[in-house]
């Protein structure tokens, strides 16, 4: 069984930045891709940003170059670093993790999320 914790959500001024963590416990290892999605009131599910088990990243457009993701296989967590915030990144960010490179669709193991609120 896999269990996913993320944290560092909270409110920050637009401009601001945040670093959310996903810890994971469990069956995890190096070959899983881990994402990180988020979920706006009244909106679907998308995709964020992604590690692969290769290693390669995939950010949405929309955070191409203010958004940051890593891993640390040996503490089992990944990381999204997120600067100039907008108020449009305001969501519930979820952590994933599933076995091969396929981002999309909502399989795998999923965290009970963390609220990330951008004020303007």
């Known amino acids: 069984q896999v269990q996913l914790v993320e944290s560092g959500g909270g409110l920050v001024q637009a401009g601001g930045s945040l670093r959310l963590s996903c810890a994971a416990s469990g069956s995890i290892y190096s070959g899983y891709s881990m994402g990180w999605y988020r979920q706006a009131p009244g909106k679907q599910r998308e995709l964020v940003a992604g590690i692969i088990s290769s290693g390669s990243t995939v950010y949405a457009q929309s955070v191409k170059g203010r958004f940051t993701i890593s891993r640390d296989n040996a503490k089992n967590t990944v990381y999204l670093q997120m600067n100039s915030l907008k108020s449009e990144d305001t969501a519930v960010y979820y952590c994933?993790?599933?076995?091969?490179?396929?981002?999309?669709?909502?399989?795998?193991?999923w965290g009970q999320g963390t609220q990330v609120t951008v004020s303007s």
């Open positions: 994933n993790a599933r076995l091969g490179s396929n981002l999309s669709g909502s399989y795998g193991y």
